[in-house]
């Protein structure tokens, strides 16, 4: 039995567990491992030691053999680490069983993820609904000695209940969270649905910059448009949507969204959390899918990103493919096999600017495609039209006329309600 002064103790040394299935080569399990790095520092806990184990077969009791069991006990104890992190999902019998053989706080890459998120979700239904998944998560969990990781923010990480009287008093007070949380979010969601047919009926057309987390996103965002959105270098700095206007070259004017990123082994839970922050991706009229080239698994991870895109139902929608980084030097016949296996694919540098032309070149085109070309004579006396027009973007010429200003230009579909009164009956040259 834990007691107080144990349970307030806090997590300051983590040993981190990849494990290596039969399936995998080692290079995919040392990248896992890696990432998983990443997302721990990213809750601010150093790391003191890494270890990958071969499974061969899974083991109910701790997932592992007992042998390997007690070598980790002991290089966890040898370390001094306070807190054991798998790269597997471990089931709640597995963590209460590690953490009495350890006397260690022991949790999985799951858990962490869904700390990251509670700490950083902003918007109502993410906050509810990542609330709601880790009282999902909990459940089963109620009889571990710590119940979620919890860095440096006062208190450690979870206590141990007081017999089985307070166990059933847990789990009657999460079963009741759960059903306020999922209420609440019922409601939210009919919100937030109504919100979108507002968006959708938006002049402006919009698109949604998608990708791994740390690919390049918020960088990329920042250069197009000139703004000053957080782009650091962590797993995760970007959780709600951030949104830009961008004039292109043909004087259409785009409203860009930079998103949440994903990583692998993403619990389906959190994919559901953020629905909201993800909104942007389903109304955009197109999406940008950046990719960092400078990753060994750069593939594995674009088919993370559009296997969450499935899952989102917007695997459909169409998409430029650009991989970031060029800056940093890669092989060049790796960029010759990309541009093989990715014809269509844009080699940019988000940091340095360049291909960047191209990218707007593309987005331009797409907008083209996508908005209707026409010839409008609108009177003098109706420049609230001209002036909606010009903040839209997208007119490719004006000239004063005795009978009012004569326009060309390619606008949105849901524009056309508003401009069909001033359609020009004969068009003039282009």
Known sequence: MFSIKDIQTKVTKALLIGIKHPSMDKSEAENLLEELHELVETLEIPVVGKNIVHLRERHAKMLLGKGKAAEIADLAKELEADVIVFDE?????????????????????????????ASRAHTREAILQVGLARMEYSLPRLKRAWTHLSRQRGGGTGARGQGETQLESDRRMVNSRIV?????LKEVIQQRDTQRQKRLRKPVPTAAIIGYTNAGKSSLLNTLTGSGVLAEDKLFATLDPTTRQLTLPNGQILLLTDTVGFVRKLPHSLIEAFKATLEEVVVADFLIHIMDITSPDIEKHAATTLRVMGELGAAE??????FNKI????????????????????LVSAKTGEGLDELSKEMASILDEITHPVELLIPYDRYDIISKLHT???????????????????????????????HAETPKGA
């Open 392 to 422: 839209i973007g997208g007119i490719r010429s004006e000239e004063t006329t005795d009978e009012g200003i004569y326009i060309k230009g390619a606008f949105p579909p849901n524009l056309s309600g508003l401009i069909a009164p001033f």
């Open 89 to 117: 999902d471990l089931t709640p019998a597995q963590q209460r069983n590690w953490e009495a053989a350890t006397k260690l706080c022991v949790i999985d890459r799951h858990e962490v993820i869904l700390d990251i998120f």
């Open 317 to 322: 929608k169409r998409m430029i493919t650009v």
């Open 180 to 184: 306020q949380l999922k209420q609440k």
């Open 327 to 346: 800056d940093c030097s890669p092989d060049p016949d790796f960029l010759n096999s990309l541009s093989l296996v990715h014809p269509d694919a844009l």
